[in-house]
């Protein structure tokens, strides 16, 4: 099993910062990729941004140029900088972990409350 814990989230005004992490603990090694999902109200669960154990990233294209996710595999954490923040971004942001390896296998954090107003 993996545990997932975010921090970070919050309220802040349009045009503002904010970074969440997710610190990941348990069956580490069987991680390949971990993610930043979110959910608006009455909206599906779309992905934010990726990255795989060898630091490949992938980010929606609503997200490029203003987010960025990185990778910190001593402390096994994941970051997610979010910058140029719009109201459009104000979601339940979810922590994901992915493992391939035997089959395709997700975890997810708790998630984190992000709120952007205008």
């Known amino acids: 099993q993996v545990q997932l814990v975010e921090s970070g989230g919050g309220l802040v005004q349009a045009g503002g910062s904010l970074r969440l992490s997710c610190a990941a603990s348990?069956?580490?090694?069987?991680?390949?990729?971990m993610a930043w999902y979110r959910q608006a109200p009455g909206k599906q669960r779309d992905l934010v941004a990726s990255i795989t154990s060898g630091g490949s990233t992938n980010y929606a294209d609503s997200v490029k140029d203003r987010f960025t996710i990185t990778r910190n595999n001593a402390r096994n954490t994941v970051y997610l900088q979010m910058n140029s923040l719009k109201p459009e971004d104000t979601a339940v942001y979810y922590c994901?972990?992915?493992?391939?390896?035997?089959?395709?296998?997700?975890?997810w954090g708790q998630g984190t409350q992000v709120t952007v107003s205008s």
């Open positions: 348990g069956f580490i090694s069987q991680i390949y990729s």
């Open positions: 994901n972990a992915r493992r391939i390896s035997g089959g395709v296998y997700d975890w």
